[in-house]
C-alpha cells in the first residue's frame, strides 16, 4: 500500500522482555516519527529521524528505549526489559520533506502494546 | 514549553447539525501550525484540516473549518452537516515553525446521533 506500514498490529509481552516495532514509511518521505499513545490520551512525542539520522529524541522515556533507522528508511522501535507503564499504542508518522513545517504527517496505523 | 488544551473530554450532536470543538495552546512563538486530526477506532491519525499561524484566513476544507483567534491562542474546529463517519478521536496539534514534533492536546470523543 501507498500509506505508512507498521507491525505487528497487536504485541504481547511479558514485564521484562524486550520487544521491537517496525514502521515502514511512505517511499520518498524523509522525515520519520515515532509517538507514544497511553489509552485515552493523546499521542505524545518519541523521537525524529531525518533520513537515518536521529535527530530529536528528547521524548524517549528512559534509556530502555531505543530507535534507529539505519538505511533511511524503514525503523525500529526496540524496547528493552519493558514494564508495565511501556502500555501503549505505539504510532510511527512520515512525512515528505523536512525544509517546510507546513508539511502534513502522515500516520500508520499503530502497534498496540500490552505488558502482562 | 507549548501546551495544547482540549476542553471537551465528549461531545455529541445530531446527524446533519453542527458542532464546534474547542482547542487553546500556549506559546511565546511566533511562527507556528495548527492542525487538527481524526483518530477513528482504527487508530490511524487522519489530518482534517491545517492553519499557518501567519494567515490570517480561517481554513476550510468542505465541511470543516476552523476559528483561528491568534491573539487568544484559541483554534476551534467546526464540522457542519455532521454525518455517522463523522464520529471519531478529535485532536488538536501544535507545531513549532523550527520545530518538527507535533504536540497534541488530549482529545475529544465525537459522537453522531442518528
Known amino acids: 500500500g501507498a500509506g505508512v506500514s507498521q507491525s505487528p498490529r497487536y504485541k504481547v509481552a511479558k514485564r521484562g522482555q524486550d520487544v521491537a516495532l517496525r514502521c515502514d514509511p511512505i517511499?520518498?518521505?524523509?522525515?520519520l516519527f515515532w509517538y507514544q499513545q497511553a489509552l485515552g490520551q493523546g499521542p505524545e512525542f518519541l523521537t525524529y529521524?531525518?533520513?537515518?539520522?536521529?535527530?530529536?529524541k528528547s521524548g524517549l522515556p528512559s534509556d530502555r528505549f531505543f530507535a534507529e533507522r539505519p538505511e533511511g528508511s524503514v525503523s525500529t522501535l526496540k524496547i528493552q526489559r519493558t514494564q508495565q507503564e511501556d502500555s501503549a499504542v505505539y504510532l510511527c508518522a512520515s512525512s515528505f520533506w523536512t525544509g517546510m513545517s507546513n508539511q502534513p504527517q502522515h500516520f500508520g496505523d499503530g502497534t498496540r502494546l500490552s505488558i502482562l | 514549553a507549548q501546551t495544547v488544551t482540549q476542553s471537551q473530554p465528549e461531545m455529541s450532536v445530531q446527524e446533519a447539525e453542527t458542532v464546534t470543538l474547542s482547542c487553546t495552546y500556549d506559546?511565546?512563538?511566533?511562527?507556528?501550525?495548527l492542525f487538527w486530526y481524526k483518530q477513528p477506532p482504527s487508530r490511524q491519525m487522519i489530518l482534517v484540516i491545517r492553519q499557518e499561524a501567519y494567515k490570517q484566513q480561517n481554513a476550510t476544507e468542505n465541511r470543516f473549518s476552523v476559528n483561528f483567534q491568534k491573539a487568544a491562542k484559541s483554534f476551534s474546529l467546526k464540522i457542519s452537516d455532521s454525518q455517522l463517519g463523522d464520529a471519531a478521536m478529535y485532536f488538536c496539534a501544535y507545531r513549532s515553525g523550527v520545530d518538527q514534533k507535533l504536540v497534541f492536546g488530549q482529545g475529544t470523543r465525537l459522537t453522531i446521533n442518528p
Open positions: 517511499s520518498g518521505h524523509v522525515s
Open positions: 529521524f531525518q533520513n537515518e539520522a536521529q535527530l530529536d
Open positions: 506559546t511565546s512563538e511566533s511562527d507556528y501550525y
